[in-house]
């Protein structure tokens, strides 16, 4: 056991000090050490999958991190390890297996905070892949997670867009709204300008009439 403890240790500290090739050796040794709990070894494979990641080698990082998500061992590195597939995927430029994994974490591990930026691609990747259920629940979790009025601006703004070209246009002129009282220049004329479409659509002339003017 003192071994097993030893080796954590120095693994850890490798990690503080960015020394990756230690991180890898100490976790290599753990993971074969005689007596290691199985625990101690998901602990090393989620690291060992970790490395890969960041040396590039992202499908076998995808691969090492599904393996530990197909064990359905309820334990933190299960939710961790699936947002590193996702992440894999994405770096890897295999998008539809990482929108299914994105997907699946919104749903299923609600607690992981999956990046704005990588949210924002996600609804754009099921826009355009026609599914605009999918990207649209993409966006409200957004909204929900984040503050940041840029990123808010925009989950509004593709939301609007989507309903817009659904011809929903009741539902897309209560989100142009909603992104017109943000005030946020770089979609105000945007927003006004569809925001005369849907209303113009849904019969009121006048209103619409309106917006376009402030479009301009």
Not at 83 to 110: N, V, W
Not at 157 to 162: D, I, L, S, T, V
Not at 178 to 186: H, K, M, S
């Amino acid at each position: 056991e003192a071994r097993l403890f030893a080796l954590r240790q120095v693994a850890a500290s490798a990690y503080e000090m960015k020394n990756l090739a230690l991180m890898e050796k100490s976790y290599r040794e753990l993971l074969t050490a005689p007596g290691v709990a199985a625990p101690q070894a998901r602990e090393a494979r989620y690291w060992l999958a970790w490395l890969a990641q960041s040396q590039g080698k992202y499908i076998d990082a995808a691969n090492a991190f599904g393996q530990l998500v197909a064990e359905n061992v309820q334990d933190d590195f299960s939710a961790r390890a699936r947002y590193r597939q996702g992440m894999c995927y994405y770096q890897a430029g295999s998008h539809k297996e990482a929108a299914t994994i994105f997907l699946t974490i919104l749903t299923d591990y609600p607690t992981i905070e999956i990046g704005h930026e990588e949210l924002l691609w996600l609804g754009g990747w099921f826009v355009r892949n026609h599914e605009a259920e999918k990207a649209d629940r993409v966006y409200e979790s957004l909204l929900k997670l984040t503050n940041n009025p840029s990123v808010v601006a925009m989950a509004l703004y593709r939301q609007a867009e989507m309903r817009r070209e659904n011809r929903q246009w009741d539902a897309a002129a209560e989100k142009y709204r909603q992104l017109i009282g943000r005030q946020d220049a770089n979609f105000t004329a945007l927003s006004y300008y569809g925001l005369g479409v849907s209303l113009f659509e849904a019969g009121q002339v006048d209103a619409a009439a309106q917006a376009y003017a402030q479009a301009k």
